[in-house]
């Protein structure tokens, strides 16, 4: 069995002029295309993994929902029933992000190699026990990937380029094809690992001196972050900012 992306498919039928959408002309379409792209075996993640992950996105569910609420409790409500409501909302929602933080981590040190993988992610600056369990909840099983790229291209961090002839070259940026939530796990322990890792850092000056956007930094440390996290897992060593060749 394979597991393909269906906008693979979308665009393989809209390259067709596929004109006709029913249940049997989708299964053709897609005979057609495994016929034709002869797409990876699918091998399932462990069910820790699994697990992992369904305990981190919903974590994000309840941050997300929280929010919401305490946006609505700072707006412009004057009813008293509605505040003490979004007051016992919030208050629940806290309650229940509190439980849900500690079942993560409850999971986490139940299985070996999750607990080993989320010791060798916290010895990179930045990165701590809540973000290493969302990252490994996203990224499931680094043995899946083949190199830092492909795992770059996974969530969504390699360049998008827009070339044309001699005319056409529009600036470079992040394809964001890929796995949103690795990406926004990834974002504020790349902000901090800006100024606290020293081999992000070093990257970062170095392309704010050749002229980069600051927006276009941060992308570029969210990357290198990941590549980071990559050779970690990879090889099975603790971070070492002069073990260069890691990453």
């Known amino acids: 069995m394979s597991v393909v992306n269906p906008a693979r498919i979308k665009h393989y039928g809209n390259s067709k002029l596929r004109r006709n959408k029913t249940d049997k002309a989708d299964a053709q379409l897609i005979a057609e295309y495994c016929i034709r792209e002869k797409p990876a075996l699918w091998t399932p993640p462990p069910a820790s993994f699994k697990e992992l992950q369904a305990l981190v996105r919903h974590l994000e569910d309840l941050q997300g929902l929280k929010q919401q609420e305490a946006n609505r409790l700072q707006s412009d409500v004057h009813s008293a029933?509605?505040?003490?409501?979004?007051?016992?909302?919030?208050?629940?929602?806290?309650?229940?992000?509190?439980?849900?933080?500690?079942?993560?981590?409850?999971?986490?040190?139940?299985?070996?190699?999750?607990?080993?993988?989320?010791?060798?992610?916290?010895?990179?600056?930045?990165?701590?026990?809540?973000?290493?369990?969302?990252?490994?909840?996203e990224i499931r099983n680094v043995v899946d990937f083949?190199?830092?790229?492909?795992?770059?291209?996974?969530?969504?961090?390699?360049?998008?380029?827009?070339?044309?002839?001699?005319?056409?070259?529009?600036?470079?940026?992040?394809?964001?094809?890929?796995?949103?939530?690795?990406?926004?796990?990834?974002?504020?322990?790349?902000?901090?690992?800006?100024?606290?890792?020293?081999?992000?850092?070093?990257?970062?000056?170095?392309?704010?001196?050749?002229?980069?956007?600051?927006?276009?930094v941060v992308g570029a440390a969210i990357r290198k972050l990941l590549h980071l996290i990559f050779g970690v897992l990879k090889t099975g060593r603790p971070f070492d900012p002069n073990y260069l060749n890691l990453v």
């Open 146 to 216: 083949q190199s830092a790229r492909q795992l770059a291209a996974y969530a969504g961090l390699t360049p998008r380029n827009f070339l044309s002839g001699t005319s056409v070259h529009k600036k470079s940026r992040l394809s964001k094809t890929g796995n949103t939530n690795l990406r926004k796990a990834l974002y504020m322990p790349a902000i901090v690992a800006m100024k606290y890792n020293p081999i992000i850092r070093a990257f970062c000056v170095r392309l704010s001196q050749n002229g980069l956007l600051p927006m276009e």
């Open 81 to 137: 029933f509605v505040l003490d409501s979004l007051t016992a909302v919030c208050d629940h929602l806290d309650d229940q992000i509190k439980k849900t933080k500690k079942a993560i981590q409850d999971h986490v040190d139940r299985y070996s190699e999750l607990k080993r993988m989320q010791d060798l992610l916290i010895t990179i600056p930045g990165i701590g026990k809540l973000t290493a369990s969302k990252l490994l909840g």
